[in-house]
């Protein structure tokens, strides 16, 4: 374990369900002088530093937002926003469902394989939040699916089929291929960001 996940593995473990809010600002000041987090440290953070199932008071659950949205603004890693994504679906309410969506949509394209971390929190809302959103989140999918195909570990044709089924879906939107060109252009030209 690195020295940095080392002392931000402490801060995580002293985790006080009854007092959240210290322990989040612990948590702040301690990742503050952080410039960049290492993949252990993002893992731990991702991993504990969440909500799993909801807070005891909305005090808590805007200082669990308030935390992840300057984590995701500070260090631009895709699993952070991932994670952000997360719990801004859980803790932000209906008004704020669709941003969530459009935060781990956008995670996916920097970072293909976190769509199936999460994809089952994002997928009956993606088609309430519009035809926009929805088309958004397949086309996540099929950066996903490409990516597994780049791996080795899915059949190009199966990745055809959904590009099939996407245009059947979404096939009127005017910029829906050229969007899929772009997922194809990244994945297979070897580009990841």
Same mark, same amino acid.
């Given at each position: 374990?690195?020295? &940095?996940?080392?002392?931000?593995?402490?801060?995580?473990?002293?985790?006080?369900? /009854?007092?959240?809010?210290?322990? *989040?600002?612990?948590?702040?000041?301690?990742?503050?002088?952080?410039?960049? *987090?290492?993949? /252990?440290?993002?893992?731990?953070?991702?991993?504990?530093?969440?909500?799993?199932?909801?807070?005891?008071?909305?005090?808590?659950?805007?200082?669990?937002? +308030?935390?992840?949205?300057?984590?995701? &603004?500070?260090? !631009?890693?895709?699993?952070?926003?991932?994670?952000?994504?997360? +719990?801004?679906?859980?803790?932000?309410?209906? #008004?704020?469902?669709?941003?969530?969506?459009?935060? $781990? +949509?956008?995670?996916?394209?920097?970072?293909?394989?976190? $769509?199936?971390?999460?994809?089952?929190?994002?997928?009956?809302?993606?088609?309430?939040?519009?035809?926009?959103?929805?088309?958004? $989140?397949?086309?996540? #999918?099929?950066?996903?699916?490409?990516?597994?195909?780049?791996?080795?570990?899915?059949?190009?044709? /199966?990745?055809?089929?959904?590009?099939? /089924?996407?245009?059947?879906?979404?096939? !009127?939107?005017?910029?829906?291929?050229?969007?899929?060109?772009?997922?194809?252009?990244?994945?297979?030209?070897?580009?990841?960001?």
């Amino acid at each position: 374990m690195t020295a &940095q996940a080392q002392r931000v593995a402490a801060v995580l473990a002293a985790r006080d369900p /009854e007092n959240l809010r210290p322990w *989040l600002a612990h948590m702040a000041a301690a990742l503050a002088s952080e410039p960049v *987090l290492d993949r /252990e440290t993002v893992d731990d953070l991702v991993a504990r530093g969440r909500p799993r199932w909801g807070v005891r008071s909305e005090e808590d659950a805007t200082a669990y937002v +308030v935390f992840w949205t300057d984590l995701t &603004q500070r260090y !631009q890693d895709p699993r952070i926003a991932a994670a952000y994504s997360d +719990v801004l679906h859980l803790l932000g309410g209906p #008004k704020r469902a669709c941003e969530a969506l459009g935060i $781990f +949509v956008e995670a996916v394209h920097r970072e293909p394989s976190l $769509f199936i971390e999460y994809a089952g929190d994002f997928s009956e809302l993606a088609n309430r939040c519009g035809p926009a959103a929805a088309l958004d $989140f397949e086309l996540a #999918k099929i950066a996903y699916y490409a990516r597994r195909v780049d791996d080795g570990a899915m059949d190009l044709e /199966e990745l055809q089929d959904a590009v099939h /089924e996407v245009l059947a879906h979404h096939g !009127q939107d005017p910029g829906v291929r050229t969007r899929l060109f772009e997922i194809a252009r990244r994945s297979f030209g070897g580009a990841t960001t």
